[in-house]
């Protein structure tokens, strides 16, 4: 069973991004869900995820508050993808400087890049 975390204080963008995946997705999936980073970072060993989505600007822990606590934590990354609505050059650069996260994608999520994801 694939293991997908999505954190993401947009609950419209989480729907979206849900269904996206499990309609184009071919192993079998369960998805955790949070809209707070704090949340995602507490249960986040105990779910073991073979993916992470994580959006970028949230209240009390941004994205990159999140990766930095966890990257300090965990030995073990899921692959790990910023899906933002930032489209700021310097985001995108930024990043790209953890070696955790394998890339950067542009809210809202597309069928084109889950197909590259999961396939």
């Known amino acids: 069973m694939v293991k997908i975390v999505l954190?993401?204080?947009?609950?419209?963008?989480?729907?979206?991004?849900?269904?996206?995946?499990?309609?184009?997705?071919?192993?079998?999936?369960?998805?955790?869900?949070?809209?707070?980073?704090?949340?995602?970072?507490?249960?986040i060993t105990?779910?073991?995820?073979?993916?992470?989505?994580l959006d970028l600007n949230m209240p009390e822990m941004?994205?990159?508050?999140?990766?930095?606590?966890?990257?300090?934590?965990?030995?073990?990354y899921p692959e790990i993808y910023i899906l933002s609505s930032s489209v700021d050059e310097s985001d995108i650069n930024k990043a790209m400087n953890y070696s955790v996260v394998k890339r950067y994608l542009s809210k809202p999520l597309i069928k084109k890049y889950i197909r590259t994801i999961f396939n």
């Not at 073991?48 to 989505?53: E, I, V």
Request: some cysteine; glycine content about 2%; proline content about 5%.
């Open 7 to 43: 954190i993401d204080d947009d609950p419209i963008s989480t729907f979206v991004t849900e269904k996206l995946i499990s309609k184009n997705i071919k192993e079998p999936c369960e998805i955790f869900k949070f809209e707070k980073a704090t949340d995602a970072l507490e249960r």
């Open 46 to 53: 105990n779910i073991a995820p073979n993916y992470l989505f």
């Open 62 to 76: 941004n994205g990159w508050e999140f990766l930095d606590a966890f990257t300090s934590r965990e030995t073990k």
